[in-house]
């Protein structure tokens, strides 16, 4: 099927900077990004991910991330497991 349309779009700078360095890591370029993700939505009938609002238990967790605060640190990655009693 010919590409035929075209998508502008205008965002922010340093986040198409960001993204695009990750796309030539993956060894996919803007387009092919855009093209797999009208795909998922047309197979999907909505968007591939979710988009939702924190709720009342993530969005302290969110904050704290953001400040660095009650974070745990691990040396070993056995460290983290035994914390985590698996």
């Not at 855009?34 to 709720?55: D, H, S």
Request: avoid cysteine.
């Amino acid at each position: 099927m010919p590409k035929t349309a075209t998508v502008n779009v205008r965002i922010n700078q340093d986040l198409k900077q960001g993204a695009e360095a990750v796309m030539k890591r993956l060894g996919i370029n803007a387009s092919q990004v855009v093209t797999l993700l009208y795909r998922q939505i047309e197979l999907r009938q909505g968007l591939p991910f979710a988009v939702e609002l924190p709720n009342e238990t993530t969005r302290p967790a969110l904050q704290d991330a953001r400040d660095g605060k009650n974070q745990q640190r691990f040396s070993t990655l056995d460290a983290l497991y035994q914390d985590l009693e698996i």
